[in-house]
């Protein structure tokens, strides 16, 4: 069973278009979070959701809006796309485990390519 | 925000031990290290997690001076299969905390060789 799933894996599009990628965890986690993974493999938070409640938000352009349904479903949508969005989006959650930072696990990415 | 610096890219061999340091100058009171390792295509997926001095699970072991300012993870007898880049965090994530426990860095790409 997969823990923590994307849809679709990769996702090709024009400049300008809008599109949705989505993210399920079937691990009972309370916080979710999107990512960002460029060409040169750093990997960057974008969002952070815990109980379906917008906590980090670092910096991304208003074209992306998180959207999370419920606690297990947090997705990206992206609108006017633009070249320099084409990346590796990757969902990740985690759940509290005491006194320790939460361990999070990541979903398979989603290879987005913006022509 | 705690920064972390490690060497871009380390090469080993086969049925050796590797050992990748990470520094950590600024890290705060309450900040753990986490490591985490990513293959090609594929997410992130957590090593291990530590606060002081020394921690071992199955896969690896991680070590933690008593200043903090610098971990070394530990990977014993590595093979092919652990070639991969290898990330390591300090902070402590929400909602505890905030984007620092969440930065990943650059990375080191360990290649393991025959």
């Known amino acids: 069973d997969t823990a923590v799933s994307q849809t679709p894996k990769y996702l090709v599009t024009q400049m300008g278009n809008d599109k949705s990628i989505k993210c399920e965890q079937n691990?009972?986690?309370?916080?979710m979070y999107w990512y960002k993974q460029d060409s040169k493999k750093f990997l960057k938070i974008m969002f952070s959701?815990?109980?379906?409640?917008?906590?980090i938000n670092e910096t991304v352009p208003n074209r992306f809006s998180p959207k999370s349904p419920d606690k297990a479903h947090l997705n990206l949508h992206i609108n006017s796309l633009e070249l320099g969005d084409s990346a590796v989006y990757f969902c990740a959650s985690s759940h509290p485990s005491g006194r320790a930072p939460e361990t999070q696990y990541f979903g398979p990415g989603t290879r987005l390519l913006v022509l | 925000l705690a920064k972390t610096t490690q060497p871009i890219s380390m090469d080993s061999y086969e049925g050796q031990e590797v050992n990748i340091t990470c520094s950590h100058n600024n890290i705060a009171t309450n900040d753990y290290i986490t490591w985490y390792q990513q293959f090609p295509s594929q997410g992130p997926r957590f090593i291990i997690q530590g606060y002081k001095t020394k921690v071992t699970n199955e896969v690896a072991s991680l070590f933690i001076p008593a200043d903090r300012k610098s971990s070394t993870l530990s990977l014993p007898r590595v093979s092919l299969s652990d070639t991969a880049v290898y990330y390591c965090?300090?902070?402590?994530?929400?909602?505890?905390?905030?984007?620092?426990?969440?930065?990943f860095g650059k990375g080191t790409h360990l290649i393991i060789q025959p």
């Open positions: 965090l300090v902070g402590d994530p929400p909602p505890g905390g905030g984007a620092d426990g969440l930065t």
């Open positions: 691990l009972g986690h309370d916080t």
């Open positions: 959701y815990n109980n379906k409640e917008l906590i």
